[in-house]
């Protein structure tokens, strides 16, 4: 019986480790940052819609996910010869909405604590008091299969400055722009985002948060 039982374990430890991987996002590619893209002066300006354009993220952690979005502040692309080759925009980090959570029943806090606008926790995430933006500069991009880009930048949080890679669609609808990504992870601690990371310290035991945090940025973009 005992036999049975730790087979029927193993299965399941086996079942459950490979849903696990499958479900999650690929992580971005993640290195020093780069030098940004330049246009040239004739290249075609778009500029961010702010009102359209979102970045979706997730956290995690053992007993489950926080989902939520924040909002862009602005930004620029630029196209030569009808294909994206640069630009940045803006991430206004006050702008921090959690999902999953009704209004009441611990929305708030949360949006509060990942916001750092309470006292005494002010750097356990993104501390947008001393850090209202962060910011995304394209460094590259590059053709990887039909309808498909990837997009490489220099990603700022927090003062830190990392280059990640992902794989985007863009489309073209009239005068806009949409860039979309698929579902990709970086890791919060390259970004100093250490706040009950298990690979920062010890001792935690399952009161921890995964250093893996999902991101999906759609952005919209009307030619100037």
């Keep these: 019986m005992k036999t049975k039982f730790l087979k029927f374990s193993m299965i399941l430890a086996i079942a459950f480790a490979f849903t696990s991987c499958k479900d999650k996002a690929d992580e971005a590619n993640t290195s020093d940052a780069e030098a940004a893209a330049v246009s040239d002066s004739t290249s075609e300006k778009y500029i961010v819609n702010t009102s359209e354009s979102t970045i979706h993220w997730k956290g995690f952690k053992p007993t489950g996910t926080h989902t939520g979005t924040i909002s862009l502040d602005n930004g620029v692309f630029k196209t030569d010869d009808g294909k994206l080759h640069s630009g940045t925009f803006l991430i206004d980090m006050k702008s921090i909405v959690v999902t999953d959570l009704e209004a009441g029943k611990g929305k708030e806090k949360l949006e509060a604590h990942l916001m750092g606008t309470v006292e ?91 250093d893996d945090m999902e991101l999906q940025i759609v952005v919209k973009a009307k030619k100037a």
Excluded: C, Y
């Design 120 to 210: 005494g926790k002010e750097g356990d995430f993104f501390d947008v008091t001393k850090f209202p933006n962060a910011a995304f500069e394209i460094t590259s991009t590059e053709s990887i299969a039909a309808g498909k880009t990837r997009l490489s930048g220099n990603l700022a949080i927090k003062g830190q400055k990392h280059n990640i890679s992902f794989p985007v669609t863009i489309t073209n609808e009239n005068d806009m722009m949409i860039i979309k990504s698929e579902p990709f992870t970086i890791d919060r601690t390259t970004w100093g985002i250490n706040f009950k990371s298990k690979s920062v310290f010890d001792s935690l035991g399952d009161n921890f948060i995964k």
